[in-house]
């Protein structure tokens, strides 16, 4: 995936950045719209920009173009910070998504993400956009 690729959707999920009509249909889940719109090195790189907004992307800022204008237009949120001990959820995330857990460790090596132990055993690395807290 080229940079800037990257920039804009970080600026997107971060900053609530307006897209160019490629990203805006990756966001809304236009399949075909996403193809029509991209150069051949985005189509190239599809899966692995997909993959990218499935991981770094909150998911109510993707997925229909419900969702992309209401994440445009809604307020200002603070990403969630956490903090050893909190407990929380796991979103965006196949394996684990739903599952909830203890913080145990920020950051964990090598991937600058955060350890949590479940219940049952246990442990997963996620990114901060993947876990929220619960109360």
Same mark, same amino acid.
């Given at each position: 995936?080229? $940079?800037?690729?990257?920039?804009?959707?970080?600026?997107?999920?971060?900053?609530?950045?307006?897209? @160019?009509?490629?990203?805006?249909?990756?966001?809304? &889940? +236009?399949?075909?719209?996403?193809?029509?719109?991209? +150069? &051949?090195?985005?189509?190239? +790189?599809?899966?692995?920009?997909?993959?990218?907004?499935?991981?770094?992307? %909150?998911?109510?800022?993707? @997925?229909?173009?419900?969702?992309?204008?209401?994440?445009?237009?809604?307020?200002?949120?603070?990403?969630?910070?956490?903090?050893?001990? +909190?407990?929380?959820?796991?979103?965006?995330?196949?394996?684990?998504? #739903?599952?909830? #857990?203890?913080?145990?460790?920020?950051?964990?090596?090598?991937?600058? @993400?955060?350890?949590?132990?479940? %219940?049952? #055993?246990?442990? #997963?690395?996620?990114? $901060?956009?993947?876990?929220?807290?619960?109360?």
């Amino acid at each position: 995936m080229r $940079p800037d690729i990257r920039e804009a959707i970080d600026g997107y999920a971060k900053n609530r950045d307006t897209l @160019g009509g490629f990203l805006t249909a990756v966001m809304e &889940n +236009d399949l075909l719209g996403a193809f029509e719109r991209a +150069d &051949n090195g985005n189509q190239r +790189d599809m899966l692995e920009i997909v993959t990218y907004v499935y991981m770094h992307v %909150p998911r109510s800022a993707w @997925g229909s173009p419900e969702r992309v204008t209401a994440w445009l237009a809604g307020p200002e949120e603070k990403p969630y910070e956490p903090v050893t001990g +909190d407990r929380v959820e796991v979103l965006n995330n196949p394996k684990f998504e #739903g599952w909830t #857990g203890i913080v145990q460790r920020l950051p964990f090596e090598p991937l600058e @993400g955060i350890l949590v132990e479940f %219940p049952i #055993g246990v442990n #997963g690395c996620f990114l $901060p956009a993947q876990l929220r807290k619960m109360n």
